[in-house]
C-alpha cells in the first residue's frame, strides 16, 4: 500500500492519529467531520483491502500542527462513530517498507544468538 507523503513524513512530528475501530460504514468526508473541530487536516486514510473491496477497519488523519493531533487524542479515543467505538493513538512510523527482511543481519541470528548464515557442515 503506497501513503501519502504527508502520512509517512509527519509521523515523526507527531501530527498523524491513528483511528482504529472504524465501522464500515464511515467514509473519508464522515471521519474529516469527526476530527475537523480539532484543527486543520492535510489528509485522511481509510485504507480498503482489495480482495473483499472493504474497509480494513481503521484509518489514520494527517493533522496540520501536531498538538491538534493531541487535542483531537484526548477527545476522540474511546468515542463513538456511527455505533461503534473508535481507539486513537500517535501513529507509528512504517519501519522496513521497501526492504527486504533478510537484509537486516538480525534476520540471519536466531533465538539462541548464533548465526543462522551458511556454514560449511564438513569441519
Known sequence: MDLPESLTKGVNKKNVLYV????????VDILRAAFIPFG????????MDHKTQKLKGFGFIDFELPEDAADALDNMHESEIFGRVIKCSIAKPIKNLN???????????????NDNKNTDADD
Open 40 to 47: 486543520n487536516i492535510n489528509d485522511v486514510i481509510l485504507p
Open 99 to 113: 526492504k527486504a527482511v533478510w537484509s537486516s543481519d538480525d534476520y540471519h541470528v536466531n533465538e539462541d544468538g
Open 20 to 27: 482504529g475501530g472504524i465501522s464500515d460504514d464511515v467514509t
